[in-house]
């Protein structure tokens, strides 16, 4: 008498979604492109900017900001990648798959959160410090020579790397409440780089307040060695930061609840 072999039941965990998060994320090429690109820019520009400097001019600039003026394109290349990781899947129809699969749906946000997350800090992190030293090499015996010991020097370097991983969130949420990969790219480089420069024109004190706590102000923050007399501390920084992302996530995670995909 034959026997019919059980089949394996297979439940859904919080570490099996982020096992899948995480192949999903590196089986795409476009994230390798995006993560090459943007460790490439950021030491090609910290090196080609530090060589060129004579000291005739930048002497106002923040060491470290001077050496990582890369951020400016590593911003805009992760965002576009947090982007990607959600309303790119909408785009490909892909997550229908990934909602059928996980129907509570929730901690396929939380997973791609923390996959890139983790992702983000790491790369900008160990960019930083290969960046740093390869630029003060040009820069020694200027007024922006600098080491990693001197103070504020490692906490602008670790502060920017978390300054871009919680951007790299936030553009994820974006991308999950847009749904569309172009209005999601327009309304992070909206937020981040023009409306701040807007809002920034208005003659009103409160307003110029304000402006210091969006997120590319505040990034801007966390990547000053030492911060200008009268601008925002880096811990506020890095709080207003966190709660951008926090409250884009928790609006991307009620829609995700009530919409369907």
Do not use: C
């Not at 947090?82 to 939380?110: C, F, K, N």
């Not at 007024?143 to 020097?153: V, Y």
């Not at 709660?243 to 995670?253: G, Q, Y």
Request: proline share 5%; hydrophobic share 55%; net charge neutral.
């Amino acid at each position: 008498m034959s026997t019919i072999a059980p089949v394996a039941t297979y439940r859904v965990t919080p570490s099996r979604v982020l096992r899948s998060e995480w192949h999903k994320l590196w089986t795409l090429r476009s994230t390798w492109i995006t993560l090459v690109a943007t460790s490439a820019l950021t030491l090609a520009m910290g090196a080609g900017i530090s060589a060129a400097y004579d000291g005739s001019g930048e002497a106002e600039l923040d060491t470290v900001v001077l050496v990582l003026l890369g951020t400016q394109f590593a911003q805009v290349n992760l965002g576009v990648l947090g982007i990607l990781s959600t309303a790119g899947e909408y785009s490909t129809g892909q997550i229908r798959a990934t909602m059928t699969a996980v129907p509570s749906r929730l901690p396929v946000l939380w997973s791609k959160a923390a996959v890139l997350a983790a992702v983000a800090f790491v790369l900008t992190l160990w960019t930083n410090l290969l960046t740093f030293p390869l630029a003060q090499s040009f820069l020694s015996g200027t007024d922006h020579a600098a080491s990693l010991g001197d103070p504020g020097i490692l906490r602008a370097l670790v502060g920017n790397a978390a300054g871009l991983a919680l951007l790299t969130v936030l553009a994820l949420g974006i991308g999950a409440l847009a749904r569309s990969v172009p209005i999601a790219t327009g309304a992070f480089i909206g937020l981040v780089m023009i409306v701040p420069e807007v809002l920034a024109m208005l003659p009103y004190d409160l307003v110029d307040d304000a402006v210091r706590y969006f997120p590319g102000r505040a990034l801007e923050i966390l990547t000053t060695a030492q911060p200008m007399p009268g601008s925002v501390a880096p811990g506020a920084a890095l709080l207003a930061l966190l709660l951008w992302t926090t409250a884009t996530l928790a609006a991307a995670a009620a829609v995700l609840k009530r919409r369907d995909v």
